[in-house]
């Protein structure tokens, strides 16, 4: 099938965010006392988002306790957003090859608009995505066709002319579920359990440069 429009998820495929939220769970560990986390334990969780961060940093809280350290986290993470995110390395020519083409793109995250449009305002890409789709933009999410449907419409392409390229099996599921191509980013945040065999992925992406060369001899 022909693909004319990429869309990415956004923590662990399209941008590294690990080493500030990594900044931001070992801050609130300290502040309450906790034993700091290793990075890779950290770097590991992110794809499940804030909760499974915390939980993680706080094992066996539950309800108003973990909510409020959650909490504490995320504003934290808020403060310090993009100290070190960047763009995974590799992924800038690809991204270029996008822009010289016009090629719509688009992200697709769980990541809710609050945090999403605080990070992408200081993020610089060759071209302006043509949808941004967060966690919150319908009362559904991924795994969930929809946010993926959306972004092929606003992206002005059909979902089976779209790519869409995640670090979990959520968002190959999600793909699948919505009809489009899927490319697991193998060097993402990847679960414990995560293998080639356990993802049932069109395409799998050792590197960020294996994307660059798929866009750039594919699309």
């Known amino acids: 099938m022909t693909i004319r429009c990429v869309l990415f998820d956004l923590d662990g495929t399209l941008l590294d965010t690990s080493y500030d939220f990594a900044y931001a769970l070992n801050h609130t560990c300290r502040h309450y006392g906790q034993k700091p986390l290793h990075y890779q334990d950290i770097r590991k969780t992110v794809s499940q988002g804030g909760l499974a961060m915390t939980q993680l940093a706080f094992p066996g809280l539950e309800g108003e306790e973990l909510e409020s350290k959650r ?122 359990a995560a293998s080639e065999t356990a993802w049932p992925a069109d395409y799998f992406f050792e590197t960020p440069i294996e994307i660059t060369h798929f866009i750039q001899e594919t699309l």
């Open 71 to 192: 909490q504490f986290f995320l504003d934290v993470y808020f403060k310090h957003i993009d100290m070190h995110t960047r763009l995974f390395p590799g992924l800038e020519a690809g991204l270029a090859e996008i822009a010289e083409r016009n090629i719509p793109w688009g992200i697709v995250t769980n990541k809710p608009t609050w945090l999403t449009e605080k990070l992408l305002a200081n993020i610089s890409f060759p071209s302006e995505p043509a949808s941004i789709v967060c966690g919150d933009t319908l009362s559904v999410r991924k795994p969930h066709p929809e946010p993926l449907l959306l972004a092929a419409q606003q992206c002005g392409v059909t979902a089976d002319e779209c790519i869409y390229l995640g670090d979990h099996p959520r968002d190959i599921e999600a793909g699948i579920n919505a009809g489009m191509q899927t490319g697991a980013a193998m060097f993402g945040y990847l679960p414990e």
